[in-house]
């Protein structure tokens, strides 16, 4: 039953870690892997080395999760593509933080006159 690739996708599709108890060959399906790693990005832990390796895989699970990261192959952690994506979410995510403290700042000096 495990290797269903319908029954797989719909459990990824409910509860991504799900991919931890799936067959090796589901586990090296791009379309349940992006399945699961679109769910949470931390599911890549459970994919395949070849899909830990795919870069279209590495993206989706980055989008979902950054430190997803850490579960993709040595050569995605190093790409180019990858360390891009990965820089400019965290600078998105850095002036998120930056506009919630000015925010936060004007608050108090608002209620404090």
Not at 27 to 55: F, P, R, T
Not at 57 to 68: D, K, S
Request: zero cysteines; charged letters at 25%; proline letters at 0%.
């Amino acid at each position: 039953m495990k290797n269903e690739k319908e029954v797989v996708l719909a459990a990824v599709e409910q509860n991504a870690y799900a991919l931890e108890y799936a067959s090796e060959g589901m586990k090296n399906e791009k379309e349940v892997v992006l399945a699961a790693v679109k769910q949470n990005g931390d599911a890549l832990e459970y994919a395949s080395e070849g899909m830990k390796n795919d870069k279209k895989v590495v993206l989706a699970a980055l989008a979902q999760n950054g430190n997803a990261l850490q579960f993709a192959s040595e050569e995605m952690q190093n790409d180019k593509e990858v360390n891009e994506v990965m820089l400019a979410a965290a600078s998105k995510f850095t002036q998120t933080i930056l506009n919630l403290n000015l925010l936060a700042l004007k608050y108090s000096i608002h209620n404090s006159s």
